[in-house]
């Protein structure tokens, strides 16, 4: 009987620690900027989503990083928020409105977009 509830046990205790576990994924791409007040505006704009763990826009080579749970995030949501902003990206085109919104030094050479 003892081994039985030691078995138990050890059973719960695996099966809780599986499910506490996260997707972490982390994704690299581009996002179209120029200074460092693009850089907060950038990380700003997904701050507060659910599920990222870090980011980074850098500025020389104008690639984010992203650190996310893909079980309450995906890459495509994270893109279109920052497109949101005004910043175009790998993804998907900035927001005309938002775009015309930004300071004059964030608002950066636009190039034509291709639908992937």
Do not use: H
Not at 40 to 57: L, P, R, V, Y
Not at 85 to 114: H, I, S, T, V
């Amino acid at each position: 009987m003892r081994t039985f509830l030691y078995v138990l046990m050890f059973s719960g205790l695996v099966f809780l620690a599986c499910k506490t576990q996260t997707a972490d994924k982390t994704s690299t791409f581009k996002v179209w900027g120029n200074c460092d007040k693009c850089k907060a505006t950038i990380e700003g704009s997904i701050a507060n989503m659910a599920g990222i763990s870090e980011k980074n826009w850098d500025v020389e080579s104008t690639l984010m990083t992203v650190k996310y749970d893909s079980t309450k995030v995906t890459l495509e949501q994270i893109q279109q928020t920052i497109a949101k902003a005004g910043y175009d990206n790998d993804g998907f085109y900035g927001d005309d409105y938002a775009y015309g919104k930004l300071k004059e030094c964030c608002q950066y050479e636009r190039k034509p977009f291709e639908l992937k």
